[in-house]
């Protein structure tokens, strides 16, 4: 069926091409309405019953001799414009046709639409006509219950009326011995209800008890809520006391939530209670329709006694005397049946009491959802200030890591230290001319400074950081503690000890374990790593330890915690492994085939420290008993994850102790010891030429030129932070290695490596600040 909106338009085109002119050339326009018998004259012969007899027509093809058969061509599209006409007006009979059929349905339509308007009119009126019926029913229904009332009531009327003739004395006495009976049942029950009034007045003063309770409990909710405000406030002050606060807070609202669990179960107790209150006042009114039915069975023997009595009137004719005898156990009988009606009166009274106090209690569990509504909205507060303050924690310690990571790379992401050994009995530590070591006292050099006298010419140095001989193990450690924390926060730490053999780098790296003052930098590191690591599962994060220890020794490397390796020093003929050193695209360096292990206290890790201390080789030379032969390296691999934020770190802490620094001549050393010596300062040798080509930004580093350099190339660029101890001994025998030592630490301080510290200096002070 065509749309009637696109009829006119349409039946316009076809009655246009219709009415065109002729084509056969002679000038006579068509009527564009012929009739439909003239369909088969005009169009050939043709015609169309179907679409299919249309598809044909239009899938006919020119046919012709040649391509210069004009004529022909043209008769042919006479014929062919013939048949199209005549399809044009069978296609417009045939729309004429559908748009007869559409309207006779939008009549059939409308028509069947007022019939549906009718009939819901119909369906209205009726529906309001039984309404009123039913209205009407149900006024007639109320008259006639009054009506059954009335005759209920005449019935007892005419029953009292029936009472007055009674029977013979045996039935009367028989009678009034079994309404004793019933009295007496009725006494019972009344007790029985009595009973179970005090036990509801009882209930009724439990639950008000129960309430005042429940109103001290939410007093004291609020006055903690309160307090937990008050704390709240405080934590944002304050970080160390905001994360014990915050433990605290989650104990609270776990208490909180066992308080309230307990407030349920006391609502379920007091719902329980009101269930069974329900339950007695059911069994009240139970027993209150026994004693009317026991009434109603009463009046009946009552009535059947009168027949009884009437017939034996009848039969026996009594005398007046018997009569009045009669009459007086019926006045008796009434005032029985009265005090009964007086004992259900006060029960039906009771019975209503007893429901008040059921409203009543009803209204004490309602006042009792809404505290607990009322708790359960302070404890939601609660815990939205416990998300507030965490996500405070979580977003203070983002800002601490950025800030911590800023202070440190002011202070330059490469810093020197510079300690002094102690003073060992029996050393020579001052010359003909007083004191090798000395302090400036400037202010800008104090702490900073070291100066030393040789053949009567004073060297003056300045690094970040110099700690004198009184200087203890925990004043040096609280200087490199940022950066041991940096490590946790995810970054390539580096810390190693450089120095002359005897200058005290072991006993600053490992100390001793006991006394616990003596305690070296890599144990109190991994003290603070472990300490801090366990503080910060409270906020989310779990971490993963990973600890490896080897030594390069002559240039090759060896695994100190591998389970067979041997203590002595010439073992290296007897190992397999080749430990490879290789760096991945992320900057970790991994060395193959070297023991990794899963560490998860500080204890295990001193157990392998301890192991590894027994492996290490350690050798006797003229200027120290028990001489460093080989480079210690410790890493401690940190992986840390935030359940909550899944935020992800990944940190390296190297602790290095390298061998000492010291000349052929005054070491003496021959045989293994020569070829040691010349490792270990070929080695130390090329840790000097990676620094100063990274500090002068040349193309080629030669980081491959030792084992040592190759193993720390990633902590001595980019984020990295590193710092180096210098150790110096005192001596006055050990001037000349000490000043070599300085020398070499000052080259280093005076690069700049990875983001430049003095760069970001304030250029109107011309001195130097401290960077410790």
Not at 162 to 168: F, I, L, M, S
Not at 366 to 380: A, L, R
Not at 618 to 647: A, D
Request: charged share 30%; proline share 2%.
């Amino acid at each position: 069926m065509v749309c009637p909106a696109t009829n006119p338009r349409a039946r316009q085109m076809l009655s246009t091409v219709n009415a065109g002119p002729n084509p056969g050339g002679h000038g006579d326009h068509g009527t564009g309405a012929a009739p439909t018998s003239d369909g088969g004259s005009s169009g050939g012969g043709v015609e169309f019953a179907s679409r299919e007899d249309v598809e044909r027509v239009l899938g006919e093809k020119m046919k012709g001799k040649n391509k210069n058969d004009y004529k022909g061509k043209s008769e042919q599209m006479i014929e062919y414009i013939k048949k199209l006409r005549t399809c044009i007006r069978w296609f417009m009979e045939l729309e004429d046709g559908y748009l007869a059929e559409q309207e006779k349905l939008r009549s059939m339509l409308d028509s069947e639409e007022r019939r549906h308007v009718e009939i819901e009119v119909q369906m209205r009126a009726k529906f309001e006509e039984l309404n009123t019926i039913i209205q009407e029913l149900q006024r007639q229904h109320a008259s006639l219950q009054e009506t059954f009332r009335k005759e209920e009531a005449d019935k007892l009327a005419s029953i009292k009326s029936y009472e007055e003739e009674r029977e013979a004395r045996i039935a009367a006495e028989n009678l009034r011995a079994t309404l004793s009976e019933e009295l007496e049942k009725v006494n019972q029950e009344a007790r029985c209800l009595s009973d179970q009034l005090k036990m509801i007045q009882e209930t009724s003063k439990r639950l008000q008890e129960y309430n005042i309770s429940l109103q001290q409990y939410s007093s004291s909710l609020r006055a903690e809520a309160a307090k937990d405000g008050e704390t709240i406030s405080k934590l944002q002050k304050e970080k160390n006391a905001m994360m014990e606060t915050l433990t605290g807070l989650r104990d609270h609202v776990n208490s909180l939530k066992i308080q309230l669990d307990s407030s349920r179960s006391s609502q379920q107790e007091s719902i329980k209670q009101k269930e069974e209150l329900k339950k007695e006042v059911g069994c009240l009114r139970t027993e209150l329709q026994q004693v009317r039915d026991e009434r109603d069975h009463t009046s009946v023997q009552v009535q059947s006694l009168s027949v009884e009595l009437a017939n034996y009137k009848e039969i026996t004719g009594k005398s007046s005397k018997d009569l009045d005898s009669i009459r007086i156990k019926y006045s008796a009988l009434e005032d029985t049946c009265s005090s009964q009606r007086e004992q259900i009166y006060m029960l039906q009274h009771q019975l209503a009491a007893a429901n008040e106090k059921l409203k009543r209690a009803d209204l004490t569990a309602i006042e009792t959802m809404t505290e607990y509504e009322e708790q359960k909205k302070t404890v939601k507060d609660l815990q939205e200030h416990l998300a507030d303050a965490e996500f405070q924690i979580l977003e203070s310690e983002k800002l601490r890591k950025k800030l911590h990571n800023t202070i440190l790379e002011l202070k330059g992401n490469i810093r020197v230290f510079c300690r002094v050994r102690p003073i060992l009995p029996d050393s020579d530590c001052s010359g003909t001319e007083g004191p090798v070591v000395s302090y400036p006292a400037s202010v800008e050099s104090l702490g900073r400074g070291i100066d030393l006298m040789h053949h009567a010419q004073k060297y003056s140095f300045t690094f970040d950081k110099v700690f004198n001989h009184e200087a203890s193990q925990e004043d040096v450690f609280v200087e490199i503690s940022q950066l041991v924390q940096s490590a946790l926060d995810g970054y390539k730490v580096c810390i190693f000890a450089y120095g002359q053999t005897g200058s005290g780098k072991t006993f600053t790296m490992m100390g001793k374990p006991e006394p616990s003052e003596q305690k070296g930098l890599i144990p109190r590191s991994l003290e603070q790593i472990f300490q801090t690591s366990q503080s910060l599962q409270c906020q989310g994060w779990k971490y993963k330890m990973q600890a490896s220890m080897l030594e390069i020794y002559n240039e090759t490397i060896r695994d100190l915690l591998s389970p067979s390796r041997p203590g002595s020093l010439d073992a290296n003929t007897a190992l397999s492994k080749q430990y490879a050193i290789k760096h991945d695209s992320n900057g970790n360096t991994h060395v193959s085939d070297l023991t990794i292990v899963d560490v998860c206290s500080i204890k295990e890790v001193s157990f392998l420290l301890q192991q590894a201390a027994q492996s290490r080789s350690v050798g006797r030379t003229q200027m120290n008993e028990q001489s460093s032969r080989s480079h210690f390296v410790f890493t401690l691999r940190i992986s840390g994850v935030n359940e909550s934020t899944e935020q992800q770190v990944q940190g390296v802490l190297n602790l290095i102790d390298l061998a000492g620094s010291e000349r052929l001549a005054k070491s003496g050393s021959t045989g293994d010891r020569l070829k040691e010596t010349q490792a270990i300062n070929k080695s130390l040798s090329a840790l000097s030429d990676v620094i100063f080509s990274i500090a002068k930004k040349e193309d080629h580093v030669p980081f491959r030129n030792s084992k040592l350099t190759y193993l720390l190339q990633p902590c001595l660029g980019g984020d990295s932070k590193t710092l180096m101890f210098v150790n110096i001994s005192p001596e006055t025998s050990s001037v000349g290695e000490s000043i070599c030592s300085l020398r070499f630490a000052a080259r280093v301080n005076s690069c700049e490596i990875g983001i430049p510290r003095r760069q970001t200096q304030m250029r109107s002070s011309d001195s130097r600040l401290s960077y410790g």
